[in-house]
C-alpha cells in the first residue's frame, strides 16, 4: 500500500500533460439569502482533458446538476473560476459567447420531454443551425449532414423525416445526440442520460457515446446515480456530497480502492457480477438522514452518517488526502481525517 500524504493542492493532471480543456477551481454557488441560503457548491475542484469522460456521483442534492448548469453557462458561480482552453465564459460577451456556446452541449435525461413532440428528427437536429447558421450555411449542406449525424448514432436516412413519438426511448436519446453533435462541440455534458431507458437499451447507448467519442474527441461530462454505468463509461470519477468534491480518481482506484467512507458506502451498494467479490464485500448501511443543505454540519460535512467519526471530525475540516495513483493518471484525492487504507476496511 502506497503511503498517503495531506496536502491543499486540489486534484489535477500531473505536471508536464497538455492543458486541460476544462478547469474549474473553487467554485461556490449559493441560492437565497440570510438564514434560509443553500450552499449548493462549496470550493468546487474539476479538471477533464480532451476526449476523456468524467464521471460525476453522488445522492440527489449534492450539487451534481447545480455544477453541470455552470458548466454550461447558465449558472454565474458566486466565487472561483470556470476555464475553457483557458478562457473564461463568463467573461464573454456578444459574438464571443454565441462562439463558445458552440463548444459545450447537453444531452438530457428523458429523451421525450426533451424533444419537440411537433419537430421531426431533421427538425430537431437542424435546430442549433437557426442560432448558429454559418457551421452548416446552406440548405443542401443541411440535409447531407443531417444524414451523416443521424449515421453517426445508429439511425436510418428515412428516419429524418419521423416525430419522436415514432422512435423507441433509445432511438430518441439517440436524436438527442445528435441534435448535441450538430455544433461540433468540444464537451457534452450527460446529465443521467440513460436512466430512463431499459438495461439492454441503456447498453446500446452507452456504446454510441464511446464509439462518438473515439471517433471525434468530444469529451464528456456525465451525471449518473448508476455506478456501475459510470464504471464503465468514464475515465475518472469525482464524488460528490453535500456541495463538495469528497473523492476523485481514476475511475478503477476509486471503485477499487475508495478512500473516503462515504466513497466506499455508495461502492458496497452497487451490485457486483463477480460472485466471490459479492461475498467478501459486505453492504456498509449508512445511519441517519443526510443532513439538510441549509444547515451543513461543522467540519466534516459527513460525520453525522460516518462510522468512522472522531472529535476531531466535528471540529476541523478534513484535509485533502492525495495517494498516488495506481495507474498513469491522476492522483487519487479523499477530503477526510481517517482515509481508508484497503478494502478490509470498508466496514
Known sequence: MTESRTTTA???????????????????????????RLTALDGVDVRLGRGETLGLVGESGCGKSTLARVLLGLERPDAGTVRYDGVDPFALR?????????????VFQDPFASLNARMSAADLISEPWRTHPDVVPDAKAREKRIRELLSLVGL??????????????????????????????????????????????????????????????????????????????????????LGKVIEHGETEDVFDRPQHPYTAALMSAAPVLDASRAAHDQEIQ???????????????RFRTRCWRAQD?????????VVRPSEGAG???????????EARSAWA
Not at 10 to 32: D, R
Not at 286 to 299: A, N, T, V, Y
Open 10 to 36: 486540489a486534484p489535477g493532471a500531473p505536471a508536464g500533460e497538455n492543458p486541460p480543456l476544462l478547469e474549474v477551481s473553487g467554485v461556490t454557488k449559493s441560492f437565497g439569502g440570510g438564514r434560509r
Open 94 to 106: 456578444g459574438k464571443e459567447l454565441l462562439n463558445w456556446r458552440r463548444r459545450v452541449q447537453m
Open 156 to 241: 436510418r436516412d428515412g428516419d429524418a423525416h419521423r416525430y419522436p413519438n415514432e422512435f423507441s426511448g433509445g432511438q430518441r436519446q439517440r436524436i438527442g445526440i445528435a441534435r448535441a453533435l450538430a455544433l461540433d462541440p468540444d464537451l457534452i455534458v450527460c446529465d443521467e442520460p440513460v436512466s430512463a431507458l431499459d438495461l439492454s437499451v441503456q447498453a446500446q447507448v452507452l456504446n454510441v457515446l464511446s464509439e462518438l467519442q473515439s471517433r471525434l474527441g468530444v469529451a464528456y461530462v456525465f451525471i449518473s446515480h448508476d455506478l456501475s454505468v459510470v464504471r464503465y463509461i468514464a475515465d475518472r470519477v469525482t464524488v460528490m456530497y
Open 286 to 300: 449508512l445511519k441517519g438522514e443526510i443532513p439538510s443543505p441549509f444547515d451543513i454540519p461543522s467540519g466534516c
Open 312 to 320: 476531531t471530525c466535528a471540529t476541523e475540516a478534513p484535509p485533502l
Open 330 to 340: 491522476d492522483d487519487h484525492t479523499a477530503l477526510c481525517h481517517f482515509p481508508l
